[in-house]
């Protein structure tokens, strides 16, 4: 039965990375090896953790820009389906940017840079604790999630959200800031790249980014339970992958706006705080941290703490 299990997930992962491949046109080296030094260990794990008490788990996937989250995700749901019959429910921070119109307010009531979607401050963190909420109920109603259109940077209207009809098993929540920590006072004083020492000068931004750190989204991470963290082998390396990723969005996303190279640098700057304080804080944050190589594969997995 187990061996009929692995060959039908076999069939769907390689049609998965098949299409993948068509949309991104990269090659995928050693699938089948991926397949079973890396996603069907992480599956055992994730469901090991539900296994303790066989309540909902929110599963929290953390990772610089470009790191691979969305497939990580997209596999596992579909492995933790077949295999162990676990309805799994999948969303990211991403699609719970703010209005543009309220991030438009926010440049010009608190910081211009608050314009641009991303930092902490940028979500709707009370939509978020209302939705993990709604999906952990008991008694389960069907819950919409939104959909954030970057193209557009604006949140899709009601009718384009996710649709959750089914009470799920596990809750997997990606994000690049997922779990991220806020920072010493002292530490915020130094501006990092360009967009902190001309328009952060009296540190208005990076303050009120931290202490949202510090409290909303502390309240936030809190529902998490256990934390998996995708570990780049450095910062210039999520640049690549970001850039990538347009690259990416350009081919898929006919007639729709994407950037250019020096656009992605300066973009990828507004991040670069808190990606580098969990690239550097990662044992603290993580249950479970996956080495990746230059090349985006993973090399390792390591856990740092017992669930």
């Excluded at 989250?69 to 940017?97: A, G, R």
């Excluded at 910081?111 to 930092?119: E, K």
């Excluded at 193209?151 to 800031?177: A, Y």
Aim: charged residues 35%; proline residues 2%; hydrophobic residues 35%.
């Amino acid at each position: 039965m187990m061996a009929k299990t692995i060959r039908m997930i076999k069939s769907d992962y390689l049609k998965f990375l098949k299409k993948k491949h068509e949309v991104d046109g990269k090659p995928i080296v050693d699938k089948i090896g991926k397949l079973n030094k890396f996603y069907l260990p992480l599956s055992d794990w994730i469901y090991s953790i539900y296994r303790k008490d066989n309540k909902t788990k929110v599963i929290g996937l953390s990772g610089g820009q470009g790191s691979g989250k969305s497939t990580i995700t997209s596999i596992l749901k579909f492995i933790l389906k077949k295999k162990y019959k676990l309805n799994t429910c999948v969303f990211s921070i991403d699609d719970f940017y703010k209005k543009k119109s309220e991030r438009k307010r926010m440049s010009k009531n608190i910081h211009q840079l608050f314009s641009t979607r991303g930092v902490p401050g940028t979500h709707d963190t009370n939509l978020i604790l209302k939705t993990i909420k709604k999906l952990k109920k008991k008694k389960f109603k069907t819950v919409f999630i939104p959909r954030f259109d970057k193209s557009i940077d604006d949140r899709l209207n009601r009718n384009k959200w996710q649709k959750i009809k089914k009470s799920p098993h596990i809750i997997i929540f990606e994000g690049w800031c997922v779990g991220a920590i806020s920072q010493k006072n002292n530490q915020l004083k130094k501006p990092l790249n360009f967009i902190e020492r001309k328009y952060d000068i009296n540190l208005t931004w990076r303050r009120t980014v931290n202490n949202a750190l510090k409290t909303k989204y502390k309240k936030v991470f809190k529902q998490i339970d256990t934390l998996v963290y995708l570990k780049a082998p450095s910062f210039n390396h999520i640049l690549k992958w970001r850039w990538d990723q347009e690259q990416k969005m350009k081919l898929t996303s006919k007639n729709k706006k994407t950037m250019s190279k020096t656009q992605v640098k300066r973009f990828i700057m507004y991040y670069e705080r808190i990606t580098k304080n969990m690239m550097k804080n990662f044992t603290i944050l993580s249950d479970l941290t996956i080495f990746l190589d230059e090349k985006h594969r993973s090399k390792k997995m390591k856990i740092n703490r017992n669930v």
